[in-house]
């Protein structure tokens, strides 16, 4: 079992730059394929970023560019960096963690933190 904590959302305009933060309970965190999803009003959940356990990255073409995941074992905790934010960026921000495989559906989820990216 591990618990993940967001951190970071907030309102800023178009252009700006966000960090968001995911903290997990568990030392073993190391082991963890770690991801971080959307979700904006009316839509439905979308991947966005994850970093493998070896620290392999992988991102959706909308934000590819833009943001940037990082972990910091030692910390237990993951960073989804994100510039030049756009009006569609907006959404809910989860954070995920899995030791197999973050699609399509991982293990455990975090509560969620609002991004929202004004005009």
């Known amino acids: 079992q591990v618990q993940l904590v967001e951190s970071g959302g907030g309102l800023v305009q178009a252009g700006s730059s966000l960090r968001l933060s995911c903290a997990a309970s568990r030392r073993t965190f190391s082991r963890y394929v770690v991801g971080w999803f959307r979700q904006a009003p009316g839509k439905e959940r979308e991947f966005v970023a994850a970093?493998?356990?070896?620290?392999?990255?992988y991102y959706a073409t909308s934000v590819k560019g833009r943001f940037t995941i990082s972990r910091n074992n030692g910390k237990s905790t993951v960073y989804l960096q994100m510039n030049s934010l756009k009006p569609e960026d907006t959404a809910v921000y989860y954070c995920?963690?899995?030791?197999?495989?973050?699609?399509?559906?991982?293990?455990?989820w975090g509560q969620g933190t609002q991004v929202t990216v004004s005009s």
């Open positions: 995920a963690a899995d030791l197999v495989q973050i699609q399509p559906n991982p293990g455990f």
């Open positions: 970093v493998t356990h070896s620290s392999n990255t």
